[in-house]
């Protein structure tokens, strides 16, 4: 299934323009959504997700619209919010159970070895049976995550799912995501880079509701290919002279120095060695460029 | 010191930077201001007492103040929760802080707060004595300290002995649930505490005002007899039981202080061991199922299942959202809380349903049913409210939203759980109310279940209304953005229909959820009133349906929470929901058009204004007619056709008229206060001069006029015919069985006062005057009129009434014949040549008859009970009371004047029995009382005993149309049947009813609105002529002997009765100056001053016994000194009292045996001339108590203290 995204706007009552004639195609992939906070990235997922309706534009998912249609939609959907709360006293079992039956998984042996493998999956089996809101956050996040993918969703939608999980769990959680992501279309959004590197075939970068980069991080990568530089300054006078006059991408303490980034397409300068390029390099360029315009 | 402050002060800047303070600051404010602005807001008492007086300022704070517990609760139970709510304890008892300053300073600020937010009452009533509309008459200006002085001695207390416990019980657990279940624990105890002692009928007034926390039963103890003066001019005094009771609470006050200072742990570490040790355990759990090493990293697949989507899938959504709701409002302990104080109330109120009016009855189940929904309805409405917010917000508090508004499944599914789910919870409750009413049955020892009944009341009746309240609530709920305030607005609602009722916006279809008024009744079902109720409910539950499905077309998903965007994505659902709706909006138009067809078109409607218009109109137009020379009254013959299946009548009548006159009347008066009169003939020329609006008073002129002694004939047309329903107000009179009207539907010759209003306000309001009394007595026309019927003396009756085949109809009278035509019941009924009083009664239902035959002086009375087949329980102890009446009264006073006696049932739509020539209805709850142990008085005896007295008194011998007149048929009947009562319990039983008659004169008097009159002169004041009059005709026959008083009555019976029978001239009837004469005539003149005092003015006594010591005698006997005082008083009209020279006969008596069960050893009369005096007594036996007027046979205000217990020196 592919999502096609045309020309979305949003603009919040408070007058914060969430999303700025917003174009974007998603095919059948792991999709990954990078973005700072309040980029808009949760106002788009949400809007995916029939949660609500932009001021203008139009999303399709095939050939569903899915702002007019959005039972269709739900029924194919798997959605876990950003931040999301549980009935009180309910266990993940009970809730589950709940869940699948409101997405139509009506025979019951079915829905058993549903909720079954979930709570297998997101390890949360032992637990199974003690309230929700006695959970820990990582393990309500495994919750979370578990109630995304009951009824085989085609459409996943995960705001921020590794958010406050454990490297372990982080990683299986990938795994679990990209064994069921081969003919569905997942839509992945983090703002750790190293979440869509690992997982995602093409990503996006937004910013302040607008797209600033589409395309598949191998690509995004190879743009950047021997135009990374990196040098380690010992004051602040100096990387304040260094930000003046090159473009710096990020700086990061490195045993209580700066190790500055740069972008240039040949050597800055004394002191500067090419460094391999990563994602992250190509998400703080966007946003640097962008924050320049 | 200085810590105190900090803490004092911030605690009070917090609060008043809180909205709540502010909140019930105003709460009290407009309370009050209305108690006193809006005079029908809360009832304090009859017309003359002062709205802003001492009395009312006092019983407002002491009812705000229990009702503002809550408040109480709220301010000082959360001050100190506060910290650990919000676990600020952690930074504030890790700093050096003294136990002093924080408490002292919390709860000092909480008081101060409280007290300010408590002198929202002082205002609003100031305030409300400015108000324009407000009734000026009842409004005193300039008394600060009425006002003051309740609020410091009552409320101010209050919030100190209150706050202090609860500031207790909140610093010592720390929650905040336990804070509020004390609330709660105080609230119940405190009815049920009440409602026991009210239930047991006890005078006991000491000790339960001393410990009565609120301070309802201390004001009844210290003002219960109070007169209207001395409410408008007494606060409370600063002594006695007042005094004791406010040092008790506030000693409970510094007592809950102490303990929170003694146990209040001041280091974190104690304040948190219980929660540390509980949260560490969770976390620790939690923990150990963190880290799981050795699973593998490799993803299973996760099985392929299928999604189905149809109307099996959409049942199978709303039952697992229902599921869910109903277990989220399940485990709430809050949730059982309630039900468990719900049912608390409803076994209570289950266990004194067999108490009616004083009497114990058979708990039937109307009764009980009514008994334990009665306060339960409240625990519905507030449980579906709390609800209805919580389920509508509940994944929006949760944040569960994101995940739930994006599953697959219509708004009306999810919106159509939350109803499911409050409905089975409502369900529930109802059958937990049905099983309290049937489990206090079985308590009661009543096994006889109408589980039918239950049925249609609990869940075809209440829960329909209740629903509405449910959609209302989910209504307001998804609309208004905010919980509370929603809460706020159902709570208006119900609160605004009872006050838009009682300023006259009476209509069914303007007020939410109203229905019109109905009665169960076991002779009827729910009768006539279904045709109302259902329309009523279909009209208000299409209505409360549409709003339903507007809730849906509104309902919040996914973030957008506009107006903007709402209202599209309600365009976007209306395809779905119009044909609802539009459903809804056809039954609405259908069933409320249907409605006001019937209420407005078919029937006129007329709210409780207009009607007291009607009323006011009458007077105003023709009261000037009253009293003009009428003819009366000679012979009536009237033939009725009762169609109980149409609740209708109709017929013709025939009375026959005489001027008994001197002078010729030209012009007849004709009242038809029912409008059921038609097609008036007289048997000469004639025609109408006049009719008033409704035909209400018509005047008709005669071509020749009627000589002195004439007589004429006139017929006329009667008949009644109930059209549809109407809003309420049906006629109680007509019912599908327990048809029972009287000669008020038959047309009255001449104005009759008995029509006017009465009530002094509603007179106020229609610029009518004070209500007029009767004429003195000796007034020319008053005393040619009898007492009861201005239009007729004595007459003969005959009648024939028909009915439906399996009914019975009757009427006064000796049965004819009877016969079967057309399908009917057709019965002769006539007097023949016994005159009676113009008091015909039809009456048709389906009855069980029970007779027996009784001796009488002038041959067999058949004694007649009918009654309905479910109520065979008192038919017996009628019979007997008739035996035993008939008996003493023919004995004593004349012979009976009828052959046949015959008691009657009729429908609960009235409540009295009423004396009709041999024949006397009675409303069926006298048809189930119940005698539980062998001492307890049997009302329905008494009942039949004073019913079958007044075949004497009023029947043979009745008063003018004069003051003091009501006495004679009245007290006499009362006399008499205490008298018969005497026999059957003795002496020692008549005390304790005796007792109870005493209790009840006083506290008549204390809520008169008119004036008080002496016995002779007594004009509406039932308190006067039951109470007092039994009361002081009893103390008379214990002055002068039971038989010298018997004969008195005698003489006077014989002398007065059927006064104008025979007469073509009217002459005067006797008044109670002839009977007060023929008192004195078998008086001794050393008692003559008792008749004075008892008949012809208002005498109080204060008799007290001070001391008594005994001491054994030289021959082995025992002397008592018995130190007792005296004071009488002599009241005007409102109370005010003169002190009279004392020179009276009073009982000394010396008793051996234990209080309330004294056997007297002396019993005598003395002279009392001293406020002071002292009588030596000499008995045989060892004596235990000794007094004055030990049987309370006088009027004394404080009446348990003419006892002492006897002590050796």
């Given amino acids: 299934m592919a999502l096609t995204i045309t020309g979305l706007s949003k603009t919040y009552p408070n007058g914060v323009k969430a999303l700025k004639n917003l174009s974007l ?151 679990l995501l990209s064994s069921i992501a081969s003919n569905v279309t997942v839509i992945l959004s983090t703002h750790i880079v190293e979440d869509v590197r690992e997982l995602c075939a093409r990503m996006a970068i937004i910013s302040n509701g607008e797209v600033l980069l589409e395309g598949a991080p191998a690509e995004s990568l190879d743009a950047l290919k021997g135009r990374v530089w990196s040098k380690v300054v010992r004051s602040d006078a100096e990387l304040l002279e260094l930000e003046k006059s090159l473009q710096v991408i990020s700086t990061h303490l490195l045993g209580g120095l700066h190790e500055v980034r740069v972008f240039a397409t040949a050597s800055p300068g004394e002191g500067f060695k090419s460094v391999e390029s990563g994602l992250e390099d190509v998400y703080f360029l966007n946003l640097a460029r962008q924050a320049k315009n | 010191m200085g810590q105190f402050w900090e803490f004092f002060s911030f605690e009070l800047k917090f609060r008043l930077k809180s909205l709540s303070t502010y909140v019930y600051f105003t709460l009290w404010f407009f309370l009050s201001f209305f108690a006193v602005a809006a005079q029908d807001f809360i009832n304090i008492g009859n017309d003359k007492i002062l709205l802003n007086g001492p009395f009312s300022n006092t019983v407002l704070q002491i009812l705000f103040s229990f009702f503002g517990v809550l408040v109480i609760a709220a301010i000082f139970g959360t001050s100190i929760l506060r910290d650990f709510q919000r676990d600020t304890y952690q930074l504030i008892f890790t700093k050096p802080v003294s136990k002093f300053a924080y408490l002292g300073g919390r709860w000092a600020g909480s008081f101060v707060t409280t007290v300010f937010a408590f002198s929202g009452l002082l205002f609003g009533e100031t305030a409300g004595t400015f108000a324009p509309w407000a009734d000026h008459t009842r409004i005193a200006r300039g008394h600060f300290w009425w006002l003051l002085q309740p609020f410091l001695s009552i409320t101010c207390i209050q919030i100190f002995f209150a706050g202090s416990l609860f500031f207790c019980v909140a610093a010592l657990t720390r929650k905040i649930f336990v804070v509020y279940l004390q609330g709660v624990a105080v609230f119940m105890t405190y009815l049920i505490t009440s409602a026991v002692f009210s239930a047991r009928r006890s005078l006991e007034h000491f000790w339960s005002a001393i410990f009565d926390p609120i301070g309802l039963r201390l004001l009844d103890s210290i003002a219960r007899y109070w007169t209207v003066s001395e ?36 280091s974190v570490e104690a304040l948190t061991a219980v929660s540390q040790g509980r949260r560490a355990a969770k976390a620790r759990q939690t923990e150990s199922e963190e880290p799981r090493p050795g699973r593998s990293l490799v993803a299973g697949k996760l099985p392929v299942v299928h999604q189905f989507f149809g109307w099996r899938t959409t049942w199978a959504q709303f039952f697992s959202l229902t599921h869910l709701r109903i277990s989220n409002i399940l485990r709430e302990l809050p949730f059982w809380a ?128 209740v629903l509405m309240y449910l959609l209302l609530a989910l209504f307001l709920q998804t609309v208004l953005s905010n919980k509370f305030v929603a809460h706020g607005i159902v709570l208006g609602v119900f609160v605004m229909n009872i006050v838009l009722f009682n300023f006259g916006w009476e209509d069914t279809l303007y007020l939410f959820a109203y229905n019109p008024p109905y009665i169960y009744s076991d002779m009827n079902g729910y009768g006539h009133f279904v045709r109302a109720i259902f329309w009523s409910y279909t009209y208000w539950l299409s209505i409360a349906a549409l709003l339903g499905v507007i809730s849906i077309a509104v309902a919040l998903r996914g973030t957008d929470d506009s107006w903007k965007d709402r209202l599209r994505q309600a365009r976007a659902r209306a395809p779905g929901l119009i044909p609802a709706a539009a459903v809804c909006v056809l039954l609405a138009i259908g069933s409320g058009s249907w409605f006001f067809y019937n209420a407005h078109v078919l029937n006129e409607y007329l709210n409780a204004k207009a009607r007291r218009e009607i009323q006011a109109d009458y007077e105003r137009n023709f009261k000037k007619y009253e009293g003009i020379p009428q003819p009366k009254v000679i012979a009536v013959d009237a033939a009725i056709d009762i169609f109980p299946e149409k609740r209708s009548f109709s017929g013709s009548g025939h009375f026959l008229l005489q001027n008994k006159t001197a002078v010729p009347i030209s012009e007849i008066h004709l009242v038809d206060s029912e409008q059921s009169v038609s097609n008036v003939r007289f048997d000469r020329p004639f025609h109408l001069v006049s009719a008033s609006p409704r ?114 109809a009757l009427a006064p009278g000796y049965l004819q014949r009877d016969w079967h035509e057309g399908g009917r019941h057709y019965y002769e009924y006539s007097m023949g040549d016994v005159k009676t009083l113009d008091f015909g009664a039809w009456v048709s239902a389906r009855y069980a008859v029970k007779a027996e035959k009784y001796p009488g002086a002038n041959g067999n009375v058949n004694i007649e009970i009918y009654h309905a087949a479910a109520h065979p329980y008192d038919v017996d102890g009628m019979i007997e009371a008739s035996k035993a009446g008939l008996a003493y009264y023919e004995k004593n006073f004349s012979p009976f004047q009828f052959r046949q006696f015959r008691v009657l049932e009729f429908p609960r739509y009235r409540n009295f029995a009423q004396s009709f020539p041999n024949t006397v209805p009675y409303q069926e709850n006298w048809f189930i009382s119940r005698v539980l142990s062998p001492d307890d008085i049997d009302y329905t005896y008494f009942v039949t005993a004073h019913e079958l007295a007044h075949q004497w008194w009023a029947h ?33 039983e008549m005390h304790k009813f005796l007792k109870h008659e005493l209790d009840g004169y006083l506290r008549g008097r204390s809520q008169e609105s008119h004036k008080e009159t002496p016995l002779d002169l007594v004009q509406r004041e039932a308190y006067v002529w039951y109470q007092k009059g039994s009361l002081v005709l009893y103390a008379l ?51 003559q001053y008792y008749i004075t005092d008892a008949f012809e003015s208002i005498v109080l006594y204060d008799n007290k016994a001070v001391s008594a010591t005994v001491t054994p005698t030289a021959d082995k ?87 002492i217990d006897v002590t050796t020196p």
């Fill in chain 1, 25 to 175: 195609t998603i095919g059948n992939n792991m999709f990954g959504l990078l973005g700072p906070n309040g980029a808009g990235k949760s106002t788009l997922m949400r809007t995916v997700a029939t949660l609500q309706d932009p001021d203008s534009g139009t999303i399709f998912l095939d050939d569903i619209d899915v702002l007019k249609d959005k039972n269709t939609v739900r029924k194919l959907l798997g959605y876990l919010p950003q931040e999301f709360g549980v009935y009180p006293k309910l266990s993940a079992l009970d809730t589950l159970n709940h869940l699948a039956v409101l997405k139509g998984v009506t025979r019951s042996s079915e829905r058993k070895d549903m909720v079954d493998a979930l709570l297998k999956q997101t390890n949360l089996w032992d637990a199974r049976k003690k309230a929700l809101h006695t959970y820990s956050g990582g393990m309500k996040q495994r919750f979370g995550i578990a109630q995304a993918l009951i009824a085989n969703p085609k459409l996943i939608i995960v705001d921020e799912p590794t958010a406050g999980l454990d490297p372990a769990e982080r990683n299986r959680f990938l795994n």
């Fill in chain 2, 338 to 465: 309630l039900v468990a104080v719900m049912v608390v109330f409803a076994l209570i109120s289950g266990h004194f349903a067999g108490h009616v009016n004083d009497t114990n009855v058979y708990p039937v189940t109307f009764l009980m049913v009514q008994a334990v929904e009665g306060d339960a309805v409240l625990f519905f409405l507030i449980i579906g409210t709390i609800y209805a917010g919580e389920l509508v917000w509940r994944e929006r508090d949760t944040h569960f939203d994101g995940i739930h508004d994006a599953l697959p499944m219509r708004e009306s599914t999810d919106w159509l759980s939350k109803l499911a789910a409050l409905v089975v919870v409502e369900l529930f409750l109802l059958t937990v109310i049905l099983l309290c009413g049937v489990l206090s049955q079985t308590f009661a020892g009543y096994y006889h279940y109408e589980l039918f009944e239950y049925f249609q009341e609990l869940y075809l009746l209440t829960f329909p209304s």
């Fill in chain 2, 1117 to 1203: 006997k025992f002397k008592v000194v018995l130190a007792v005082a005296s004071r009488k008083f002599k009241a005007d009209g409102l109370g005010a009292e003169t002190p009279m020279p004392l020179n009276d006969y009073i009982d000394i008596g010396v008793f051996t045996g234990k209080k309330d069960h004294e056997v007297p050893l002396s019993l005598k009369k003395e002279k009392i001339t001293q406020e002071k005096q002292t009588f030596e007594v000499v008995v045989d036996q060892m004596p235990t108590r000794a007094g004055i007027d030990p049987y309370n046979k006088l009027i004394d205000r404080i009446s348990d203290d003419n006892m």
């Fill in chain 2, 231 to 266: 409410k408008n001019t007494l606060l409370l005094p600063w002594t006695g039981i007042f005094l004791y009771n406010r040092l008790v609470w506030s000693g409970v006050g510094v007592l809950a202080l102490v303990c929170v200072y003694v146990f209040f742990p001041i």
């Fill in chain 2, 1037 to 1087: 026959s214990d002055y002068i002997g039971e038989d010298t008083l018997n004969l008195a009555l005698h003489d006077f019976l014989m002398q007065y009765r059927y006064a104008n029978a025979t007469d073509s001239l009217s002459v005067p009837y006797p008044d109670t100056r002839q009977f007060v004469q023929a008192l004195r005539d078998k008086t001794p003149p050393e008692l």
């Fill in chain 2, 956 to 988: 043979q011998l009745i008063g003018g149309r004069v003051e003091g007149s009501n006495m004679l048929s009245e007290s006499l009947a009362e006399y008499s049947a205490l008298r018969v009562m005497q026999k059957k319990y003795g002496d020692y």
């Fill in chain 2, 695 to 808: 035909n209400f008073y018509r005047i008709y002129a005669l071509q020749a006029p009627l000589l002195p002694g004439e007589t004429v004939n006139l017929n006329f047309d009667v008949g009644y015919t109930s059209h549809g329903f109407t809003d309420g107000n049906e006629r109680p009179q007509f019912a599908y069985s327990g048809t029972f009207f009287d000669s008020g539907y038959l047309p009255t010759i001449g104005y009759d006062s008995g029509g006017e209003l009465t009530d002094p306000r509603r007179r106020r309001d229609a610029h009518l005057g004070p209500p007029s009394d009767l004429p003195p007595r000796g007034d020319p026309v008053g005393s040619r009129t009898s007492l009861f019927f201005s239009q007729a003396d004595w007459i003969t009756f005959r009648t024939v009434v028909s009915t439906s085949d399996d009914q019975i």
